[in-house]
């Protein structure tokens, strides 16, 4: 919404324009191609690629780390990482694929997906969307530039005052986890706001809330976590940045702070932040299994309850990751029964993917491979999460192998095979090409034995009694072969990866040379297979009407009779064809990058010296100005050689607003 | 600049957006006056001489606050007169925000019913 | 693309750097170190880290060598990013082939006044306040921006219309928001200070004027059915000027005498620096 | 729980011996199957029977994903008209179910009694590990983290007010079979004690103290490891507890309420007892003969230390920073030293001389520390390989 | 339906309109936090401490203060009704007003803070004043950001920018002020009344 509303404006001295971009570089952008386009872009699709490419370049990252990781740990008293390093590298690990790779690749199918499956052209704030995306990016690369600048952050992902004051972690690093989350977390809530948006205000005719597929649903769900859970961990880092940088008191153990008003405001965060990671991968297993099973999702209400009551209920089970941490034994009671019920909503939605596949026709292609992957190998990690809930028996697992087992099975055996799942099952829709079916079983089957071989003998380790985040341990300890084992299974996973990015490249090289996928490869059953493939810029030429749940499905498929299913049509007939070329769409814009990277700087300026704050401040406040100061679209487009004048106000309808001169005043508060 | 555009096809249980002009400038006037009388009664409390709430203290305080924010919410923020979709997601971060740092100062020992004791 | 005033303020960027570095390193430093040696790469480094690590020769000449490059190569960036003086290029996009006139301003320029004025400032900070003296450059930097702003902006196309559409573009994202920010900061700052100055009480009593005459002013202009806009604008100026040059005194006669003043420590700068 | 015995009860002890056998196998110290105490028994038997449930539901839920998709699996066809979306054929349809609302609050019902179950059996083991009194002795110990080694403090009147009766290192020692009760505390970060064999884990937070308890139903050391990232040298940061007889306990105890001696010239070890007080004493403690300003003259109880103090370097009580070190007045009645990390006797029984020299010497080289940032204790390259035997020859006269 | 179905609305609602809420939404639980830790913090200032809040505190002022803000919600919603009526003058006035009484406000912040300050409580003295600075510094920003943004409404009014056209603006700048008021009337009970 712009404040002020620059409209363009018709010369009025009557003499023609003498030139029609005099601005240069200042007018709005207009170029769909090219690599520049990517960095203006407002699309909604291109936003998503661009999340799973930087999810994907991050989780490369994060991965090396934890081979770093595993490499130190494979043999006792080995010497490949110092402790220093190690540290560094383990905190790194964590933030990276917690921040860096889980998160962002959610927001990747959230960003392509929602508005597909919901009918519409674009999410509600277009330029809003793209400003995320360049936030969380300026505060990933902030983040890992700590590396050169001193050292990474060496606190742990959970940072646990007082270790990261100053007086105990005196390099710069922690200054970087603080002030780089802060900035990816006004990616996140800025884009949970715009999507929780797109989802009320923008859903096609006919698309009620129980019409919406169960991915959209749990997608809600997350940015419903996001919008609540956000502004905790901002509060908290708030503090922690306050003493860091200006001796503030609030972890001072000497002035009489309490160290456990951290923990508390990190879990608070923390446990929905858990549930924030799992609820996008459940969502798209909740699309792949009916598909592949042929049948529709088992129970479709009580998937959508489950996931509201997980994300209800992951509000309030924080302090089982503080049950050792002597909060007395009334609140460890009251956090270990509430975390326990958290079984029966994800136990829910566990066996009605299994109740889906019930009587199924089972295709096992790659997608669904990674589906049920995610069912059994979650279930595992789901099982020893109870086991945790048992407060008594926590106090013995707590902060040993056995939690890094755990937490690697839900994050590892939940988030990243359901999302990988959800790259081989749409990379079709958003590429026009399929992966390899071939090169995906083995990456697949690799990922799952070497995650295995990798995890599971970190349960016997816990339970041998190593502890997590230790840089050595001595042979005499009894953990040698099982941390042998680990090692082992983490290159395995390296090599699955390596297969994935292999199977992208070579899929691409061949593209033109295997059958085309068509709009619906796959017998699809949401909206986003009712257009072509790749989606076109528009999605839509027509805003499709929905009459039922699956009704791209319903509308190939019908009962005769008999009551046996026949076909309607062809997906092919009824999908749109994308063919459409006078649909207005937003403009490009640059402000969404300038003021993403006016961020960071401030973020330096805070770090090494005010007066960047000013710089940064200054890129900031003018480019939100700009921003919202910029015109509904390029005024010299209008007259452009094409002849096509997309003038929104030209059609008459006096309806001025397209989506995208949109956002503005939320954008101001965060910064402060 | 709302839409008003295919409502026909709007199935959702809000209210209709039309112009709503339930209260007159000098009704928000009076409400205001009604914040500034309670303002003023919550000052009195600072003042212990001119009455002594004893053991109530804290929670009439609390009762005027809650009734100066529902009444902000309701009139000047239109609350009140505007569709219910807003009111759910402002009133589910309030609770949100109330149970869980409740559950969490509670957790540090405190407990709501000392508010009583002055 | 490139246009003869790029390649010229560019060339000049380079030469100056060059300059800079070649004088830098010549200037050597009388210590004795092998400034000039090109055995030493040390020697370098300090130049080309623009004195990051390690230090230059003469710094006065290096500095004013360096500006030149950094104003040089920002004209030069400016005229191949706002395609300015670049009348082919104008041509080109206008598609009529025809190189067009030159225009003379259209507005008038009151950037000269503040500038005059941001240097008065300037000049006071030098015998009152080194806060003062900030300001002032900041003042002048602003007005110097804003004056070549428009300054390129009246040229920029044969249309004055136009022209002023321009300024307003790339000017007012940075206007409005100072501007409004700067409003309330005089104010903010003033009242504070005449709040310090005054007792305690005395304190409650200003607070609580202010805004009585703040919305009774507000009230009598929006009960007028038809106030006149000098009386409007007047009255504003008396309001603000009032309150500004209250608290210019007050700041002058400083804050009143506070009882815990032995226990300061001297970290605790955060609050008050800004005030002070 | 008794009925629940019977049909259960095997599959527990079936649980139960594979994981112990998985931990029996060599030697596993810190193992958390092999309790010698009574609250990690504790702790045990409720553990196991969750595990059994656990193991239950995973063997149900991933036995039915491979059996259905063995079963329900079908292959694409063979012919090539493979553009088939999916691979499926037009009349290759399942019956289309869309749910089944009693199966749906069947398995809602289920786990939630199942849950139900655990819960209560976990809330009272939960009240029952909290119960922290002592048994018979009134002996407290106030067990202090600190980056990166153990204080223990004993107060063998249980009366906390007053200056700790001994302090000793890294190495807990307590008579068997009853109850201590312990104040976990830290002087710097969060730390966390742990005894996997006798109990679960208790965080040191700085500014709190918290109750805790260790028993142990027999003799032995049990092995230690600070399980709250701490740091730099978190991994380094080990404890030992010593269980005794009530008779060799008593002996311990008596011989750690005995000072050190001052040595006077021509005593073996006098040379290295002065480089100590000029070196060493700065930091170390070793009652009778030091306080932490260096100073043996002026007599001050070197307890007073841990009371707010006279004479400590300005620099240690200011900051929460590490600063205090092992107090080392028997020293040699430790087995392991330096956040128990290091062996102080091999084998055979002979002190390890190389090692512990290395430390004296050069302690941030073996043990990752800062001690510029006052964490660990810093190098002594300035010692001559004469005055490090003198020094270490001293030490080994505190038994 | 030629060129139309641009945007298909499933509610009436405005996007910017429902973004504020959930934006507002979201804002509880930062000054909840806020509110809490101050809570949890205020009451633990070490022994014989000379300065505490119950000393510091300077109640008539800040009830002052309280009130005009206050006010400014009243001048608020003045300013939105009288652009929803498409009287732009009025609606000047009003947004001018509710800025100077939001300056007003601040500059009642600030000479609180310098005089706490004298006094000897600084940042970063103790608990107690580090966790009363964040949290009505906090407060403070909030404040100090919806001025600009009243400021630029009041800029683009006067520049006819702003029309009958951009009510919903106003009306969800105003959204955005209201709460800040709110949350004052929070921390004003929380903070000052309470018994100390
Ligand atoms: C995707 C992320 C994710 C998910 C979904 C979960 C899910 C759960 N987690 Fe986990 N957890 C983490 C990520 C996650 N966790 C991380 C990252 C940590 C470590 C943080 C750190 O310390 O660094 C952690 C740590 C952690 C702890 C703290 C351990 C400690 O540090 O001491 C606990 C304690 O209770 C816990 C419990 C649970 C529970 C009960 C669930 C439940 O939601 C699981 C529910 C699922 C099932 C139970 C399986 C399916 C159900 C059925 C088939 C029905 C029948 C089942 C029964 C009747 C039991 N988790
Ligand atoms: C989404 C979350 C996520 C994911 C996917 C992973 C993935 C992995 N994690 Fe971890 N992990 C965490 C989240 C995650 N992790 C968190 C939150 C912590 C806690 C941190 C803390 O304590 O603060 C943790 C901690 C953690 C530890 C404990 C460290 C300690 O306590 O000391 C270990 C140890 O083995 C580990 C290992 C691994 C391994 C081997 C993988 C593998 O699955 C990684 C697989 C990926 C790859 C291998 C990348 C592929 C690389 C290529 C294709 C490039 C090949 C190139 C070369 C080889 C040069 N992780
Ligand atoms: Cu001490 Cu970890
Ligand atoms: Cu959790």
Redesign the pocket.
Same mark, same amino acid.
């Given at each position: 919404m712009a404040i002020v509303e620059d409209t363009p404006r018709e010369l009025t001295t009557g003499q023609p324009a003498v030139a029609e971009r005099p601005l240069g570089v200042l007018t709005r952008p207009t170029s769909t191609e090219g690599w520049k386009s990517w960095l203006t872009t407002v699309d909604h699709k291109r936003i998503g690629i661009l999340y799973g490419a930087a999810a994907i370049f991050f989780f490369v990252v994060g991965g090396i780390e934890a081979l770093l990781i595993r490499l130190q740990l494979a043999r006792p008293g080995a010497t490949v990482l110092g402790a220093d390093l190690y540290n560094q590298v383990f905190t790194m690990h964590?933030v990276t694929m917690i921040f860096l790779v889980a998160m962002p690749l959610g927001a990747a199918f959230a960003n392509y997906l929602i508005p597909l499956q919901i009918g519409t052209r674009d999410v509600a704030f277009p330029r809003l969307n793209a400003f995320s995306f360049w936030c969380f990016l300026a505060g990933a690369i902030f983040i890992n530039t700590s590396w050169f600048l001193g050292g990474a952050p060496d606190g742990g992902?959970?940072a646990y005052a007082p270790n990261t004051g100053v007086l105990f972690s005196p390099s710069n690093g922690m200054d970087f986890f603080a002030i780089g989350l802060q900035i990816t977390g006004i990616a996140s809530l800025l884009s949970a706001i715009n999507l929780i948006v797109t989802v009320v205000n923008l859903r096609a005719p006919g698309m009620t809330w129980f019409r919406m597929p169960v991915f959209t649903w749990m997608m809600l769900v997350v940015q419903v976590l996001l919008l609540f859970a956000i502004p905790v961990i901002t509060l908290a880092l708030f503090l922690l940045m306050f003493d860091r940088l200006w001796g503030a008191n609030f972890f001072n153990v000497e002035a009489g702070a309490d160290p456990l008003l951290w923990e508390h405001l990190f879990w608070i965060f $923390?446990h929905p932040e858990?549930?924030i !990671?799992?609820l996008p991968a459940f969502g798209a297993v909740s699309e792949i299994i009916p598909v592949f099973s042929r049948k529709p999702i088992f129970g479709y209400k009580f998937m959508i309850f489950s996931g509201i009551a997980i994300g209800f209920m992951g509000w309030g089970v924080w302090a +089982? +990751?503080m049950?050792a941490s002597g909060i007395g034994p009334i609140s460890v009671a009251a956090f270990s029964v509430s975390?326990?019920f958290?079984?029966v909503p994800? $136990?829910v939605k566990? !066996?009605n993917w299994m109740a889906t596949m019930w009587g199924g026709r089972l295709r096992f292609t790659t997608p669904m491979l990674f589906a049920v992957g995610l069912v059994s190998m979650?279930?595992i990690?789901? !099982?020893s999460?109870?086991t945790?809930?048992v407060a008594p028996a926590?106090t013995q697992?707590?902060?040993t192998y056995y939690?890094v087992a +755990?937490?690697h099975y839900?994050?590892f055996g939940?988030?990243i095979l359901g999302l990988f799942g959800g790259m081989y099952f749409w990379w079709p829709k958003v590429f026009g090409y399929a992966l390899d079916d071939r090169a995906g079983k083995w990456n697949f089957w690799l990922m799952l034995i070497g995650f295995n071989v990798t995890f599971g003998p970190m349960h016997l380790l816990g339970l041998q009694g190593m502890s997590r985040r230790i840089q050595t341990y001595s042979s005499g300890q009894g953990f040698d072969l099982w941390n042998m084992v680990a090692t082992i299974g983490s290159f395995m996973i390296a090599l699955s990866v390596l297969v994935f990015v292999g199977n992208i490249l070579q899929s691409y090289r061949t593209r033109n040379r295997r059958p085309p996928v068509g709009p619906d490869p796959w017998d699809g059953r949401s909206l986003e297979w009712a257009t072509a493939s790749p989606t076109p810029v528009h999605n839509f030429d027509y805003v499709p009407v929905v009459e039922s749940l699956d009704d791209f499905w319903h509308r190939k498929w019908g009962e005769d009779e008999d009551g046996n299913i026949v076909r309607l049509a062809t997906a092919e007939q009824i999908a749109q064809t994308g063919e459409r070329r006078d649909v207005h769409l937003p403009s490009p814009s640059y402000w969404p990058l300038v003021v993403a990277i006016g961020l960071p700087i401030i973020g330096y300026g805070l770090i090494f010296n005010y007066w960047l704050c000013m710089v940064g401040g200054a890129i900031v406040l003018g480019g939100v100005y700009a921003w919202i100061m910029e015109p509904t679209d390029d005024p010299d487009a209008a007259h452009g050689p094409d002849g096509h004048d997309d003038h929104h106000d030209g059609d008459g309808d006096g309806n001025g607003a397209t989506t995208d001169e949109s956002e503005a005043e939320e954008l101001e508060a965060p910064v402060g | 600049m709302t839409t008003a555009s295919d409502s026909a096809t709007v199935e959702d249980t809000v209210e209709n957006d039309e112009e709503h002009e339930h209260i007159s400038d000098w009704g928000y006037v009076k409400v205001a006056l009604l914040l500034a009388v309670i303002t003023a009664l919550e000052v009195f409390t600072y003042f212990e001489s001119v009455v002594d709430w004893g053991k109530a203290l804290v929670p009439a305080l609390l009762v005027m606050m809650v009734i100066k924010f529902g009444v902000v919410v309701a009139y000047f923020m239109h609350l009140k007169f505007d569709s219910q979709v807003f009111t759910r997601v402002f009133v589910a971060g309030l609770l949100f925000a109330i149970g869980v740092y409740l559950a969490m100062i509670m957790a540090f020992g405190f407990h709501p019913w000392e508010i009583f004791q002055e | 693309m490139l246009t003869t005033g790029f390649k010229l303020f560019f060339g000049f960027a380079v030469v100056a750097l060059v300059g800079a570095a070649v004088y830098g390193v010549a200037s050597g430093d009388l210590s004795g170190k092998d400034y000039l040696g090109f055995v030493d790469p040390s020697s370098f480094v300090g130049v080309l880290s623009l004195g990051w690590k390690g230090g230059v020769g003469d710094h006065s000449g290096y500095v004013v060598l360096v500006f030149a490059t950094v104003s040089a190569a920002y004209l030069a960036f400016t005229l191949v990013g706002f395609r300015d003086a670049d009348p082919e290029a104008v041509a080109r996009l206008g598609g009529s082939g025809e190189i067009p006139p030159a225009a003379g301003p259209t507005a008038n320029n009151v950037w000269p006044a503040f500038g005059a004025a941001a240097a008065v400032v300037l000049l006071l900070g030098l015998v009152t306040h080194a806060a003062v003296f900030v300001t002032g450059l900041i003042l002048l930097a602003v007005v110097a921006f804003e004056w070549m702003i428009s300054a390129w902006a009246d040229r920029a196309t044969g249309d004055p219309e136009a022209n002023r559409e321009l300024r307003t573009r790339i000017m007012a994202p940075f206007e409005i928001p100072l501007l409004g920010a700067a409003a309330v900061a005089v104010i903010v700052l003033s009242a504070s200070r005449i709040l310090l100055a005054v007792s305690e009480l005395n304190a409650v009593w200003i607070a609580i004027g202010i805004p009585i005459i703040i919305v009774g002013a507000a009230v009598a202009i929006v009960a007028m059915e038809k106030p006149s806009r000098g009386a409007v604008v007047g009255v504003l100026a008396v309001g603000v000027l009032a309150i500004v040059v209250l608290g210019i005194v007050s700041a002058a006669v400083g804050p009143r005498s506070f009882e815990h003043e032995e226990e300061h420590t001297d970290e605790e700068a955060l609050v008050t620096e800004v005030a002070r | 729980m008794k009925s629940l015995a019977g049909s259960r009860g095997r599959l527990a002890t079936l649980v139960a011996t594979v994981m112990l056998s998985a931990a029996a196998c060599g030697d596993k110290p810190l193992t958390t199957m092999d309790s010698a105490g009574e609250k990690a028994a504790q702790i045990n038997d409720l553990a196991l029977w969750v595990f059994a449930?656990?193991g239950v539901?995973f063997v149900l839920?991933q036995g039915m994903i491979l059996y259905s998709s063995k079963r329900f699996r079908v292959k694409p066809p063979e012919d090539p008209d493979q553009e088939r979306p999916g691979g499926y054929s037009d009349d290759e349809f399942p019956e289309q179910i869309h749910g089944n609302d009693v199966l749906e609050w069947g398995w809602t019902a289920l786990?939630a009694l199942?849950?139900a179950v655990v819960a209560v059996f976990t809330v009272v083991v939960i009240f029952e590990q909290d119960d922290v009194q002592a048994s018979g002795d009134p002996l407290v110990v106030e067990v202090v983290g600190q980056q990166w080694w153990w204080e223990f403090q004993y107060h063998l009147d249980g009366n906390t007010d007053t200056p700790p009766d001994i302090v000793t290192a890294n190495e807990l020692v307590m008579p068997v079979g009853v109850d201590i009760p312990l104040r976990v505390q830290s002087r710097d970060v969060i730390h966390s004690y742990w005894i996997p064999r006798l109990n679960g884990k208790r965080d040191a937070v700085p500014g709190r103290s918290h109750p805790w308890v260790l028993q142990a139903n027999e003799p032995g050391r049990f092995m230690g490891q600070c399980t709250e990232f701490c740091g730099l040298s978190h991994a380094y940061m080990r404890m030992f507890t010593v269980a005794l007889s009530q008779a060799d306990y008593e002996a311990w105890v008596a011989e750690q309420l005995v000072d050190a001696e001052q040595l006077s010239e021509g005593d073996v070890g006098y040379e290295g007892q002065q480089l100590f007080i000029a070196q060493c004493a700065e930091c170390h403690i070793i009652e009778g003969v030091t306080d932490r300003d260096g100073d043996p003259s002026n007599g001050v109880d070197s307890t007073d230390l841990y009371v707010g103090t006279a004479g400590v370097d300005e620099r240690y009580t200011d900051s929460l920073t590490a600063g205090a070190a092992p107090n080392l007045t028997h020293f040699m009645s430790r087995e392991t030293y330096a956040g128990s990390f290091f062996d102080l006797y091999d084998e055979d029984g002979n002190v390890n001389r190389a090692q512990l020299e290395a430390w004296v010497l050069n302690a941030p080289a073996e043990k990752p520390n800062r001690p510029d940032n006052l964490q660990g204790m810093r190098a002594f390259l300035n010692l001559t390989p004469d005055q490090l035997e003198q020094i270490v020859d001293y030490l080994e006269t505190l038994q | 339906m030629e060129h139309g179905d641009e945007h298909h609305r499933s509610t009436p609602l405005s996007h910017e309109k429902l973004a504020m809420w959930a934006f507002l939404g979201s804002e509880c639980l930062l000054f909840g936090g806020l509110i809490s830790t101050y809570m949890l913090y205020k009451n633990k200032l070490p022994e014989g401490t000379a300065i505490s809040p119950g000393e510091l505190f300077d109640i008539p002022f800040t009830s002052v203060t309280t009130f005009v803000l206050l006010m400014s919600s009243l001048t608020m919603v003045l300013s939105v009704s009288s652009i929803t009526r498409g009287d732009l003058r009025r609606n000047r006035v009003w947004l001018l007003t509710t800025a100077l009484l939001g300056a007003v406000f601040i500059g009642g912040q600030v000479y609180e803070f310098t005089a706490f300050y004298n006094e000897g409580a600084g940042f970063t003295t103790n608990l107690w004043s580090s966790a009363f600075f964040t949290l009505t510094g906090f407060h403070g920003v909030h404040v100090s950001i919806g001025i600009v943004m009243l400021m630029s409404l009041f800029i683009g009014n006067l520049t006819g920018r702003i029309t009958k056209a951009s009510a919903e603006k106003v009306e969800i700048i105003g959204l955005y002020w209201h709460f800040v008021d709110i949350v004052w009337i929070v921390i004003f009970t929380i903070v000052y009344l309470f018994p100390q």
């Open positions: 964590g992902w959970f $923390g858990v549930y !990671l799992i +089982h +990751h049950f975390t326990m958290i079984a994800t $136990g566990i !066996l979650f279930t990690g789901g !099982l999460g109870v945790h809930s926590d697992q707590t902060d939690i +755990h937490f839900v994050v939940g988030v | - | - | 449930i656990a539901i839920v786990p199942i849950l | -």
